[in-house]
């Protein structure tokens, strides 16, 4: 395969991630727009109320520089991991999708649904240890979506 057709590949691999990231964006917002408020202030104590590419940001920079950022560096920070996290993602299955039969423009949002998932319930959870595991909250957090809609916390929540 030429060289030239590889780098297009990529570059519109991270056209569609940084697109996708878009969507995901506006859906989520849509979605916690028609939630409970009183499901949003419990998820929003369950997290301490910071965005998780904050928090996991905020853990790199404490492992690394020993000190605590500060929070503007902070926000500008963590929406660069969110967007990084999705036009990477995209520009690899760009780089993927030709070249791995099992891969192509279908399985896009396969890929994207799992990138989500594996993002959402298991690396974010898992880098940012101060975050509930999946387990801890049940479907009331994780998974949901305006299909399985949220009117009333978990028995137990906070």
Not at 27 to 44: F, G, I
Not at 78 to 97: D, E, P, Q, T
Request: net charge positive; proline share 8%.
């Amino acid at each position: 395969m030429k060289k030239s057709c590889q780098i297009r590949d990529i570059a519109m691999g991270l056209v569609a991630g940084a697109a996708a990231t878009f969507v995901m964006d506006k859906v989520s917002t849509w979605d916690y727009s028609l939630e409970d408020p009183k499901v949003r202030e419990s998820e929003e104590k369950m997290r301490g109320g910071e965005y998780p590419p904050e928090v996991l940001y905020k853990r790199v920079a404490e492992v690394t520089t020993g000190s605590t950022p500060n929070q503007q560096t902070t926000e500008k920070l963590a929406m660069g991991i969110h967007w990084g996290y999705g036009v990477l993602w995209g520009g690899l299955f760009g780089a993927l999708r030709n070249r791995v039969p099992v891969i192509g423009s279908a399985a896009g949002l396969t890929y994207g649904t799992g990138l989500w998932l594996i993002g959402d319930e298991l690396l974010m959870p898992v880098l940012s240890s101060r975050l509930p595991r999946p387990t801890s909250h049940g479907r009331i957090t994780h998974g949901h979506s305006p299909i399985t809609p949220r009117t009333e916390p978990r028995s137990g929540s906070p």
